[in-house]
Each structure stands twice: as C-alpha cells, then as structure tokens.
C-alpha cells in the first residue's frame, strides 16, 4: 500500500497545523487521482475535478467528526464529484461538446501502455477500460483500490452508497463487462482480420461505447475466427500487478513545483511551492523508500503563465488556507495510470527525484447474504432425466460456534435441513446459500452468509411467496429444472406468462435453472430467452445447473466448457447454482473420494478465475443419508474429504 498520512496527521490538519495539512494533501492525492482519471476515461475535466474534490475536503475537514474516518469520506466525495461531473456532462448537447475533450497525452490508459510497455493480456485491459459503460469505470476505479489493498469494501460500500451485497453483485457485473471487452479489443486486433467483422464494424467511427461492444462480442461468440478470443484470459486481478506506477507525462508535467510522497515502502514526504508569479521552488524533504518507489523517464516544466491560471483558480474557488501552497503544487504535478498513480518530484534540471506509487495486487472478495422454500425437496440433475436422491429433513438444533474460515463471495452451497446447519455454513465458508425455497426461516444461517431466494414453480407464483421473496434480499432465483418432470415441469410459455410476476418484484432475477442443455440452440433456455426478450421481460443472469458422469480428470474441463458455452450464447453473468459428479444411469454412481476431491479444486478454481461467473454452489451442503457420497457436511463440525477441499476453495 501506498503511504499515507495516519489519523494523528488528520487530527493535526483539522486543527489547523500547515505542515498536516501539506501532508495530507500530499499523501492522498494519488488516491484521489487514481479515482477520477480511470473513472473519467483520461477526460480533460480530470484535473479540474481533482481539484474541486480536495478543494471541497479542505474546506470541510473542520466537519469531519471522525478522523478515522477520513479516507472513507474523502473517497464518498470524490465519488460524489466524478458523478456530479458525468452529470454536468449528460445535460450538455452532444453538439456543444469539442471532439478534443479528452487530451491523447494525459490519457492514463496511453500513458500506461507506452510508459510501461504493456504487452499481451495486460494491454488488452488496459485498452479495454475504454469500452466499459461510465458507471462501470467510476466502479472499476474503485475495485482496482481494493485489489490493491488501497481501500476496503466497506470504504467501497460507503462510497457508492448501496449495500454490501448490491456493491458485490455490481462488482460482479462490471467485472464481466471488462472481460467482454477485453475480447472485443482481441477480436479487433486480431490478425489477420476477419472479413465478416469488417463488415460488420463498417459504420463504426472508432470510438469505443457500450453499442458496438455488444455488436461486436455478439459477432465473437458466433464467428469461427473470432470465437477463440474468449479462450485463455487470465482473471484481471492478475494482471494489475506491474500496471501501477507511470512516470508523468509531458502533458501533465507541472506548471509548478513538484512534491515528493512515500512509495510502497516508508517515506515522508513536504513541499514548498512559490507563490504568485509561477516561479519554481524544489520539493524540500521529499524522499521514496522502498522498492515500490521509484521515478523513470523525463519531466518537463509548463509555461509559468499556466501556473498562474491554476493558482488563480484555486484561490477563486475558496479560501483553503495554508494547504493552498501545496495544493497548487500536487494539482501541477499528480499523474494517474493503469491502476495506480504516480506523484513526481521534479528539480530545476528536469529530472525526477522521487515518486509515490500505487501498487496493485489482488485481493478476496467479500462474501454476500439471501433466502428459499422448505417444503421442496432439492434436486440432482444430469444430461439425461432419472430418479434423483431424496434428501432427509431434521429438525435443526444449537450448535456450538466454529471458527469462520476465508470466504468467498462466489462461493455457495444449496441446503436442505439437518443437524448442524448453522455451523457447517459457516465453517465451509460460503458467501450465500440457498434451499430452493422462499425463505429460510427453517434453516437461518451466520450473520454474514447471505440467503437467496428462489421462486420454486409455477404453483408458488403466489401474492404470499413473492411477498415472502421481497423481503429476503434483492436477487431472486427463477424456476427450478421446469424442463425436468418431477421438478418444476413448465412449459416455456407457462414460464414467460408467470415471469412477469417475478420481474414485479423490482428484485434482480435469475433465468429459470434448466437441468439440462442451456447452450443448446432451440433447447428451452434458448426458446425462453428468445421469447423474454421478444416480450420484452428482463432476465439478469443465467442460471445452470449440471452434473457429469465422467469421474476422470477430464470433468473439470467439461464442466467449464459447458459453463463458457452457455456465457457465449447468451452474454450474461451466470450462477451455477447446483452441480456435482453423478452417474444416474450406470454404475458406479458417484466418484471416489479422490475423485472428488480433484474435481471440486480443479471447478473452483475456474469458476474463481472466470469474471462472468458471479455465484457457484455444490449440491449439496448436508453429507447425511442417502446424500452421504457427495455432500460436504456430517455435522456442524465434520466436513468430507470433499467438504474439506470445498473449504479451502474460493
């Protein structure tokens, strides 16, 4: 993590200390930058909002209650400025807008792949924040902080003011969103180029937006040449790691004396500027520590008149006080770039001394909360319709606490009842979980897991279930296996005239779970996602379930396969809401504990790694009865092998 100045400096700075001030301006301007310059896309308002947002939080740090607290509020108000500034943007004509409005050498995202010298999958990220839609790049910006460990999800959470589990599924979702465009960027590089998306792409002006995307990635999925561009990408949280740090740009090279700031080792940092005239005054007690600070390539000083526009529109816009010297400064000389930021200190000579760096890495995602109905029997599914085991039900009771375990937000488990229930969800650690009902009253979970919902059937689309769904979360599960007898059993057009009751809900919905062949064309996914969209109903993301009868090594692959088909065709995040290792027609039944054991590390660790997938769950939970050869669980306390490698996943 980058340095930055600690509560006393904030306690100090509120009570009116200059050189506080100076250093926390200073060590929080990259953060601040980071935020702006990747959510406005290298747009020429950066510096101007930059300067509105630390201007606001100098003028109202006497306010601030909790010095704590400081970062999280001083991300809400930038967040607060970037949404202002897209507000501003959206009221203008598109006619009153100059075709120069974003600077080609103050992009970051230039400026990270020609300072850097980003190659393969990390420039394709790069250049594919461009596509993403500007409420997706305002979160992208945060979630990259977070990778890196430069925010929390509580600080996220605050910021966008949404829940925690809304802030994991939008997350989700963008992340989705990035991978579609990377590939979009991959197909549009490609070489040799595919005639068929040269024609496609033919009235196209060259400006990423969230229409030619969607053409674009729809031509991908069904083009011979063009389909492998969805194969082997790596998780983006992988490849942030080296697109921190970028040595300022001649563009952005300040009008006024630079200022020196800690790298990702330990360091302080203080400036002096000159004021008035633009003269040049050197950062004084400006040192970098640490191997995550470092400066590289050339500066250059702007006219002086430049400088006496910047410092004259500071001290219009308020009365800041001490911390106005420094102010001007950082504002000169800050510089953002793929995914992290860089505060250069420049010396009369030109040449950089020393930089503040914000270095990315990854880091898990917080897990999420939901609810389902107690009277349906949960189901087992394969390719081919057969009698599925038929799960116990016992009357839970108190358990005592089991340590939690890390947990992931993807990561789920499908329950029905049994002794322990409590303690195995929170020893398992699962995000969410879900029994296929309404609700969980019978089988409530920690605090922390979150329960999903699910309308079973046609016969539970009542006024006291969608009631019941309402107050259980915001996402809600479609139908259960309706192309399955013995399960839901629906028509597709029972499914589209009920669907609209679902949609009612104002909840985020998932498809209907088909049991089988969800990227089969004409199959009944396919019917119902045709007939959703010739009706105009909305469907969120797809959910899926499978279960495979090959116990050998090559499941895993099977299974992902089958996952990124159905992706393809439908472009939507997707839920794997049950699967598992089951031979319903042959023997033997299931897999050897080894087996198992290989297949669920091998399933996790895709489904970790794919970005469109936001939820995965195992059926099931409970390791008890006739459920004893694939569950996870015996008791609160006692996992499987199975359950152990389900555990250590996500």
């Known amino acids: 993590m980058a340095f930055q100045p600690d509560t006393a400096t904030v306690v100090a700075a509120r009570a009116g200390d200059p050189a506080a001030v100076d250093r926390l301006v200073a060590g929080y301007l990259p953060l601040v930058y980071t935020i702006v310059g990747r959510a406005l896309d290298g747009h020429a308002d950066v510096d101007d909002v930059v300067q509105d947002t630390m201007l606001r939080v100098l003028r109202n740090l006497g306010d601030l209650r909790d010095p704590a607290a400081f970062r999280s509020w001083l991300v809400a108000i930038t967040v607060r400025q970037v949404r202002e500034r897209y507000r501003v943007r959206r009221a203008a004509p598109d006619e009153l807008l100059p075709d120069d409005l974003r600077d080609p050498g103050a992009d970051f995202t230039d400026l990270a792949i020609t300072r850097l010298e980003l190659a393969g999958q990390r420039r394709e990220t790069a250049e594919a924040t461009r596509w993403l839609d500007e409420d997706n790049r305002e979160l992208l910006a945060l979630w990259w902080l977070e990778a890196s460990g430069e925010l929390t999800r509580d600080e996220i959470v605050d910021a966008i003011e949404v829940s925690r589990q809304h802030a994991a599924v939008r997350i989700q979702r963008m992340k989705g969103q990035l991978e579609t465009a990377r590939v979009v960027v991959r197909a549009l590089a490609a070489a040799p180029s595919c005639p068929e998306l040269g024609l496609v792409t033919a009235g196209w002006d060259g400006r990423p937006g969230p229409l030619w995307r969607k053409r674009i990635a729809r031509h991908t999925r069904d083009c011979r040449q063009c389909s492998p561009a969805w194969s082997g990408l790596v998780a983006a949280e992988k490849l942030l790691v080296g697109m921190a740090l970028v040595p300022l740009p001649h563009t952005l090279a300040g009008a006024l004396p630079g200022l020196g700031a800690a790298g990702s080792g330990a360091a302080t940092a203080g400036t002096q500027a000159a004021a008035g005239s633009g003269a040049h005054a ?365 555990k250590a996943a996500g």
């Open 282 to 646: 050197a950062g004084s007690g400006a040192h970098a520590a640490g191997s995550g600070a470092h400066a590289a390539g050339s500066g250059a000083h702007a006219a002086a008149g430049s400088g006496k526009a910047l410092a004259a529109k500071i001290a219009v816009k308020g009365t800041v006080g001490v911390g106005r010297r420094v102010l001007t400064a950082v504002l000169a000389t800050g510089a953002v770039a793929g995914g992290g930021a860089a505060v250069v200190v420049y010396a009369d000579d030109d040449k950089p001394v020393a930089s503040a760096a914000v270095v990315t890495t990854t880091a898990p995602a917080p897990r999420l909360s939901l609810p389902a109905p107690a009277s349906v029997t949960p189901s087992v599914t394969s390719a081919r319709p057969s009698a599925k085991p038929s799960p116990t039900k016992k009357k839970p009771r108190a358990v005592a606490p089991v340590p939690p375990t890390a947990t992931s937000a993807k990561k789920g488990v499908g329950t029905w009842q049994f002794d322990g229930i409590k303690g195995a969800l929170d020893d398992v650690g699962a995000g969410w979980y879900y029994n296929w009902a309404p609700d969980n009253d019978s089988m409530p979970a920690p605090a922390d897991v979150e329960f999903v919902p699910m309308v079973w059937g046609r016969a539970n689309v009542t006024d006291a279930t969608l009631a019941k769904v309402k107050r259980e979360g915001d996402v809600l599960l479609g139908f259960n296996e309706p192309d399955m007898g013995g399960q839901a059993n629906m028509s597709v057009e029972d499914a589209l005239a009920a669907w609209p009751r679902l949609q009612a809900t104002g909840l985020r919905l998932g498809s209907p779970a088909v049991a089988y062949g969800g990227d089969t064309s004409g199959g009944w996914l396919d019917r119902f996602m045709k007939g959703a969209k010739q009706k105009n109903l909305r469907v969120d993301f797809i959910t899926l379930h499978w279960y495979g009868s090959d116990f050998s090594s090559a499941a895993v692959g099977q299974f992902l396969g089958y996952v990124d088909a159905v992706h393809r065709r439908y472009d939507l995040p997707v839920w794997v809401t049950e699967y598992g290792l089951m031979n319903f027609s042959g023997s033997p039944k299931y897999p050897s504990a080894a087996q198992e054991v290989a297949f669920i590390k091998g399933s996790t660790r895709g489904l970790e790694s794919r970005s469109y997938v936001e939820r995965y769950a195992w059926f099931g939970l409970p390791a008890v009865g006739d459920s004893v050869d694939f569950g996870l669980y015996r008791d609160a306390r006692t996992p499987t092998e199975a359950g152990k490698a389900y």
